[in-house]
C-alpha cells in the first residue's frame, strides 16, 4: 500500500484552523462553545464532510465522522480536541484531529478498503476553561461523568453546561452521548508531546504505554489577619505561610518517591486580602498531583493531609479541602500498542515507549475501548503558549504511522 501525507495540505489546514481564535496571532484562544469554537468546529466539520465522512454530534458537541467499513463491526476510532486555553498554541489537539483525517484521506488515496469502520472524533472541552474539569466530552462518553453534571457545572457567568450547550446549538439529553458497550474495538490519538523528550533524543515518534491521571486539590485556609508592624510573631496565624509549608511538603513527597513520573504542583495561591503591610488572613491554593501509579499518586495526597494536619496544629489556622477530581491512570492496550510500533517499522521510523504524563482524552477512552497514543516531538517541548510548535515533517511522519495504524487494526477482526 502506497501511504502518501500531504503535508502542505495539512500545514495550510492547521494555519486555517489556527485562525479562529479570540486573541491575535501567534496565540490561540479557543474557548469551548465560543463562537470562535464553533467558527472551529464548522471549518472541521466542512473538510470532514469534503473526504466524503457521514457526520453526526452528539448533546454535549462531540463529533463523529465516519469512513464507513465494509463490514458491520465495532468502529476503529482515532481523534482529539481542538479548544485552547487562553493564549495558548496551534498544535495542541489540533495535530490529532487533523492529522487523523489527513490519515483517513491518505488511505483513500491509496485505495484502501476498511473492514472496519474508521471514525474520526473530536471531542468537546478536552481543556478545564471553561467549566472547570477537563475532559469533558470524552468523561461523558465513557460515562466517567454523570449527565447531572449538565445542571452542576457553571462557566464563570454563572451559566450551566446544559444552558451553554443549548446555546451554542447542542440538545437531547446529557444520558444520551455514553456509547454503548463495544462501540470501538480501539481507540488511538495522535498528540504533540508536550515535552522535550523526544527532542532531545532526536527520536519522530513516541508510543505510549501509560498515560498519568492528576488529583485536583483545593485547600481553603483562614488564619487571623492584622497589621503588619503591630501584630508580633509569636502571636501570628498567618494563612499564607501555612500554606507555604504545605506546598514544600507536597513538592517534598513528590520527590521522595524514588520515582520520575512522579509530580506535584502548586499552581494556583490567591491570597486575602493581598497587601504588603498586612497579615495575609486567608487563601486559597491549588495542587496537581499525577503520575501514571495510582498508589504513588495517593501516597503524596496522604502527604498532603498529613502537612494540612501539621499546619493546623502548629500554625492555629483551619483548612477545608475540596477534591476537584481523583482519576485513574490507564495503562495502554498491548495490541493497540503494538500496531503503532509495527507501522512505525513497516516506514522505517524509530521509536520510544514512553508514559504521558500530560492529561488526555484517550485516558477516558481507555475505559470503554482498548486505546494507546502517538506522540510527534514539539519544539523545546513548549505547550499551551504561543512558542508551541511542531514541525512540518513531524506531523507529515505522526499522521503516517497513524494511518498505517488504522488500516492494521481496521482490518483486524
Request: include cysteine.
Amino acid at each position: 500500500m502506497n501511504l502518501t501525507i500531504d503535508s502542505v495540505r495539512l500545514t495550510r489546514e492547521l494555519e486555517q484552523l489556527a485562525s479562529y481564535s479570540d486573541t491575535p496571532a501567534p496565540s490561540v484562544t479557543r474557548v469551548v462553545f465560543s463562537p470562535a469554537d464553533l467558527a472551529a468546529r464548522a471549518y472541521v466539520k466542512s473538510l470532514c464532510g469534503d473526504a466524503g465522512l457521514t457526520l453526526r454530534e452528539d448533546a454535549v458537541g462531540n463529533t463523529f465522522a465516519r469512513w464507513q467499513g465494509s463490514e458491520p463491526h465495532a468502529a476503529v476510532g482515532t481523534g482529539s480536541h481542538i479548544d485552547a486555553i487562553p493564549h495558548a498554541g496551534r498544535y495542541d489537539g489540533t495535530v490529532g484531529v487533523l492529522g487523523g483525517l489527513e490519515a483517513i484521506r491518505a488511505l483513500q488515496r491509496a485505495r484502501f478498503h476498511p473492514r472496519r469502520s474508521v471514525e474520526l472524533l473530536l471531542f468537546t472541552s478536552e481543556e478545564p476553561t471553561r467549566f472547570g474539569i477537563g475532559c469533558l466530552g470524552s468523561r461523558l462518553l465513557s460515562g466517567s461523568l454523570t449527565a447531572a453534571a449538565g445542571g452542576t457545572l457553571r462557566d464563570m457567568g454563572g451559566a450551566t453546561l446544559d444552558e451553554v450547550r443549548a446555546t451554542a446549538g447542542f440538545s437531547g439529553p446529557l444520558e444520551s452521548v455514553r456509547l454503548p458497550p463495544g462501540y470501538y474495538s480501539s481507540f488511538v490519538e495522535l498528540h504533540i508531546e508536550q515535552g522535550p523528550l523526544l527532542e532531545r533524543v532526536n527520536m519522530p515518534i513516541g508510543v505510549v504505554t501509560a498515560i498519568a491521571a492528576p488529583a485536583s486539590v483545593r485547600l481553603w485556609i483562614e488564619g487571623e489577619g492584622g497589621h503588619a508592624g503591630a501584630v508580633l510573631m509569636p502571636q501570628r496565624r498567618d494563612a499564607f505561610l501555612a500554606a507555604a509549608e504545605i506546598a514544600l511538603e507536597v513538592e517534598n513527597a513528590a520527590r521522595s518517591t524514588g520515582f520520575i513520573d512522579t509530580v506535584a504542583t502548586s499552581g494556583v495561591c490567591d491570597v486575602f486580602p493581598g497587601a504588603i503591610n498586612s497579615i495575609p488572613s486567608k487563601v486559597k491554593i491549588e495542587f496537581d498531583i499525577r503520575d501514571v501509579e495510582r498508589d504513588r499518586r495517593d501516597g503524596v495526597l496522604a502527604a498532603l493531609d498529613a502537612a494540612c494536619d501539621e499546619a493546623r496544629t502548629r500554625r492555629g489556622v483551619s483548612i477545608r479541602k475540596d477534591v476537584l477530581n481523583i482519576d485513574d491512570p490507564a495503562t495502554c492496550d498491548a495490541a493497540a500498542v503494538a500496531a503503532l510500533v509495527g507501522a512505525c517499522a513497516a516506514h522505517g521510523f524509530q521509536h520510544q515507549l514512553m508514559v504521558s504524563r500530560a492529561y488526555h482524552d484517550s485516558l477516558f477512552m481507555s475505559r470503554i475501548a482498548p486505546t494507546a497514543m502517538l506522540f510527534i516531538p514539539c519544539r523545546n517541548g513548549y505547550s499551551h503558549r504561543p512558542e508551541e510548535y511542531a514541525s512540518a515533517e513531524a506531523i507529515a511522519a505522526g499522521a503516517l504511522v497513524l494511518a498505517e495504524a488504522l488500516a492494521s487494526l481496521s482490518s483486524a477482526l
